[in-house]
């Protein structure tokens, strides 16, 4: 089993749509919590960053962990074509473990 | 402000031949990391600085693998004799420290080996 379980998609909605996101972890260490954004070609740009449980909220993104449930979401509000990329969940105990990646695609 | 800066951002060469890889962090950040990204998968771990220290050099593939990092800034990763499973994206990222801030990454050296 690997340490952080990301579903890959490809995930396609229409522009509009509200887009959830999802990571589980085995881990119950860890503490902090990211969701970046990777354009094509591009390196993955920080969305968001969170400390333990709770909900966190970025003009159209809000972040929730649930950790005892071992499980981070990332929602996208009034989702536009501008937000088709891959989105990486991380984390962090003693070093950062990543998420292999979700391809969202917003149709417009 | 500058972010992180990697070059090139596109190498082509023979297998067999060495490469170097350049990354430029931000300024400030102590901790430098890089990554392996091939087409369609995730992040694999490579090698982490604090400083000009590598204290975790688990994730480095094989010996042809190596980085080395001066002035506590910029950072160079060189493969030697390139074999063409060589062929991926190559990312770094830097921190202000390790344990609890979030990396920031460079866009990436694109390297393929014929």
């Known amino acids: 089993q690997k340490e952080v379980e990301q579903d890959p998609g490809p995930l396609s909605v229409p522009e509009g749509a509200i887009v959830s996101l999802n990571c589980t972890y085995s881990?119950?260490?860890?503490?902090?919590f990211m969701w970046y954004r990777q354009y094509s070609r591009k390196g993955p740009e920080l969305l968001m960053y969170?400390?333990?449980?709770g909900n966190k909220e970025d003009g159209r993104f809000t972040a929730q962990v649930d950790k005892s449930s071992k499980y981070i979401s990332l929602f996208i509000r009034d989702s536009q074509p501008s937000d088709s990329a891959t989105y990486l969940c991380a984390m962090i105990h003693n070093d950062m473990r990543f998420g292999a990646g979700t391809r969202l695609t917003v149709k417009p | 402000g500058a972010g992180v800066s990697q070059s090139p951002s596109n190498k082509v060469t023979e297998k067999g031949k060495d490469v170097e890889l350049r990354c430029d962090p931000i300024?400030?950040?102590?901790?430098l990391y890089w990554y392996r990204q091939s087409l369609g998968q995730g992040l694999e771990f490579l090698i982490y600085?604090?400083?000009?220290?590598?204290?975790?050099k688990s994730g480095l593939p094989s010996d042809r693998f190596s980085a080395e990092r001066t002035g506590g800034s910029v950072s160079t990763l060189t493969i030697q004799r390139t074999q063409q499973e060589d062929s991926a994206v190559y990312l770094c990222?830097?921190?202000?420290?390790?344990?609890?801030?979030?990396?920031?990454f460079g866009d990436g050296t694109r390297l393929s080996i014929l």
């Open positions: 990222a830097s921190s202000l420290g390790q344990f609890n801030q979030p990396q920031h």
């Open positions: 969170t400390y333990s449980s």
């Open positions: 300024s400030g950040h102590t901790a």
């Open positions: 881990n119950s260490a860890f503490q902090y």
């Open positions: 600085f604090q400083g000009n220290s590598a204290p975790d």
